[in-house]
T-cell receptor, first 111, second 114 residues
Framework: DAKTTQPPSMDCAEGRAANLPCNHS???????VYWYRQIHSQGPQYIIH???NNETNEMASLIITEDRKSSTLILPHATLRDTAVYYC????????????FGTGTRLQVTL | KAGVTQTPRYLIKTRGQQVTLSCSPI?????VSWYQQTPGQGLQFLFE???????NKGNFPGRFSGRQFSNSRSEMNVSTLELGDSALYLC?????????????FGEGSWLTVV
């Protein structure tokens, strides 16, 4: 699986958009970009995933660059409950349901 | 629908003992995978089961084992517990290994070895 690079921490004011970047320059053509978040002491929560098109759901938007070497997770209106560690994962679940987690970005949403 | 259910949520064991953790996947999901999370190593893949067969295995010693039943429920076992096995053990399920499938996690089982 391709490796990802994320900033270790970010801050965001409540009500503002949180934009979390992820670099995955070695991504291959059949690998998806997945985003999960983990609030302390809980299991990782699925947010969104995509292959090459931008994706949006009720939680967030995923913007993938045309060359697929980087992506951005956007939380449109961050709240205090969005404070968590966010993991960007690149992988191909075609042969096995396995995810390789990095160290993620600790997002702190403040008043 | 119900999510991934793990039992027990918390447990304390003594060094040398063994432990069995249980996982019930989301209804209809046939793939179950297990992860270990520790402060030092982060989230690490243990193994994955599909249709009662282990399909993929992480880099863990043989003390860590698992199985999957015909109803897709899974158990993992750790024998001869060591202090370093203290961790959050997470179970995840997905429909199968189809490309782009979503993998959902349970809340985990907190194991403390004393």
């Amino acid at each position: 699986d391709a490796k990802t690079t994320q900033p270790p921490s970010m801050d965001c004011a409540e009500g503002r958009a949180a934009n979390l970047p992820c670099n995955h320059s070695t991504i291959s053509g059949n690998e998806y970009v997945y985003w999960y978040r983990q609030i302390h002491s809980q299991g990782p929560q699925y947010i969104i995933h995509g292959l090459k098109n931008n994706e949006t759901n009720e939680m967030a938007s995923l913007i993938i660059t045309e060359d697929r070497k980087s992506s951005t997770l956007i939380l449109p209106h961050a709240t205090l409950r969005d404070t968590a560690v966010y993991y960007c994962i690149v992988g191909n679940t075609g042969t096995a349901s396995k995810l390789t987690f990095g160290t993620g970005t600790r997002l702190q949403v403040t008043l | 629908k119900a999510g991934v259910t793990q039992t027990p949520r918390y447990l304390i064991k003594t060094r040398g003992q063994q432990v069995t953790l249980s996982c019930s996947p989301i209804s209809g999901h046939r793939s179950v995978s297990w992860y270990q999370q520790t402060p030092g190593q982060g989230l690490q893949f243990l193994f994955e089961y599909f249709s009662e067969t282990q399909r993929n295995k992480g880099n863990f010693p043989g003390r860590f084992s698992g199985r999957q039943f015909s109803n897709s429920r899974s158990e993992m076992n750790v024998s001869t517990l060591e202090l370093g096995d203290s961790a959050l053990y997470l179970c995840a399920s997905s429909l199968d290994a189809g490309t782009g499938n979503t993998i959902y996690f349970g809340e985990g089982s907190w194991l403390t070895v004393v």
